[in-house]
């Protein structure tokens, strides 16, 4: 977006990078196209990251991961180029796309991923996140899928048993016949520190595809280190609704919850 003269020609802007879900497998066009468009028209400079998934390659963990880093990296560094303010970038992911972000989140300031990226990991760091239903506990989500009593239930969003996406999903983004440890190292929850920046979270109880509980787990590990989150967990909604409107997902427009925008937007500009 290019600055109009009408309104202030030198303006920095806020960016944010969005990453859609879509099971690692591929990533949906719901949660990208019109997410961008709405936080375009709130000022901010909007990237979206088509991430390595299955359909193109091998998009198990710590791959995507790379790519966002590489993202973040590319925006911050043409920070002056684009009118943006290098200390206010965003990252927003939903489904898997939150497993990304929330790996970045976490991980930033790991040697690895500054010695891979070939930056400084100051470079790297997001100054706020926002993770729509994200996976963020891979140990859990299986867990939680062997015990599930409705595990045989079709998935409307995807057409299939839960029994058999799932583990689809978690073999797509970590990689088949994973380890318990895999699981823990692939996982977002795993590596919560002091460093994770301001993070604003939301699901919904009801989600049929990731289990809720991983959002209060994570929640409280960022309470305990007393660092700044925000947590909405509505009562009903299906998974995958984006902005919750007809634009984004129109069998499953739910006013009631489409004020996560609103309430996201205050979050990033109280900690941007």
């Known amino acids: 977006m290019e600055n109009s003269t009408d309104i202030e020609l030198k303006r920095k802007h806020p960016?944010?990078?969005?990453?859609?879900?879509?099971?690692?497998?591929?990533?949906?066009?719901?949660?990208?196209?019109?997410?961008a468009f709405y936080f375009l028209n709130q000022g901010y400079q909007v990237f979206v990251l088509?991430?390595?998934?299955?359909?193109?390659?091998?998009?198990?963990?710590?791959?995507?991961?790379?790519?966002?880093?590489?993202?973040?990296?590319?925006?911050?560094?043409?920070?002056?180029?684009?009118?943006?303010?290098?200390?206010?970038?965003?990252?927003?992911?939903?489904?898997?796309?939150?497993a990304v972000c929330g790996s970045l989140a976490t991980e930033w300031?790991?040697?690895?991923?500054?010695?891979?990226?070939?930056?400084?990991?100051?470079?790297?760091?997001?100054?706020?996140?926002?993770?729509?239903?994200?996976?963020?506990?891979?140990?859990?989500?299986?867990?939680?899928?062997?015990?599930?009593?409705?595990?045989?239930?079709?998935?409307?969003?995807?057409?299939?048993?839960?029994?058999?996406?799932?583990?689809?999903?978690?073999?797509?983004?970590?990689?088949?016949?994973?380890?318990?440890?895999?699981?823990?190292?692939?996982?977002?929850?795993s590596h919560i520190t002091n460093h994770v920046p301001p993070i604003f979270l939301w699901g919904t109880s009801?989600?049929?595809m990731i289990y809720t509980g991983q959002l209060l787990n994570f929640a409280k590990k960022l309470s305990d280190l007393g660092l700044n989150y925000e947590l909405h967990i509505f009562e009903n909604g299906q998974h995958g609704l984006s902005l919750a409107n007809y634009n984004s997902m129109p069998n499953g427009l739910e006013k009631n919850i489409s004020i996560w925008e609103k309430l996201a937007l205050n979050f990033l500009k109280k900690h941007m």
């Open 109 to 189: 300031q790991e040697t690895y991923l500054s010695k891979k990226i070939g930056i400084s990991s100051n470079m790297l760091r997001p100054d706020a996140v926002v993770l729509g239903y994200p996976l963020l506990d891979f140990v859990y989500q299986e867990k939680m899928l062997k015990v599930d009593k409705d595990r045989e239930k079709i998935l409307p969003l995807v057409n299939m048993k839960k029994k058999s996406f799932l583990p689809k999903a978690l073999e797509a983004g970590i990689g088949k016949k994973a380890t318990v440890t895999q699981l823990e190292t692939a996982s977002p929850i």
């Open 15 to 35: 960016a944010i990078i969005i990453c859609g879900g879509g099971g690692f497998v591929r990533i949906t066009s719901r949660e990208q196209e019109p997410v």
């Open 50 to 98: 088509n991430y390595t998934t299955k359909s193109i390659g091998d998009g198990s963990y710590p791959t995507p991961l790379f790519d966002l880093s590489k993202m973040i990296a590319t925006v911050r560094t043409r920070a002056l180029e684009w009118n943006i303010d290098p200390h206010k970038i965003a990252i927003l992911g939903f489904s898997a796309g939150g």
């Open 206 to 208: 009801d989600d049929e």
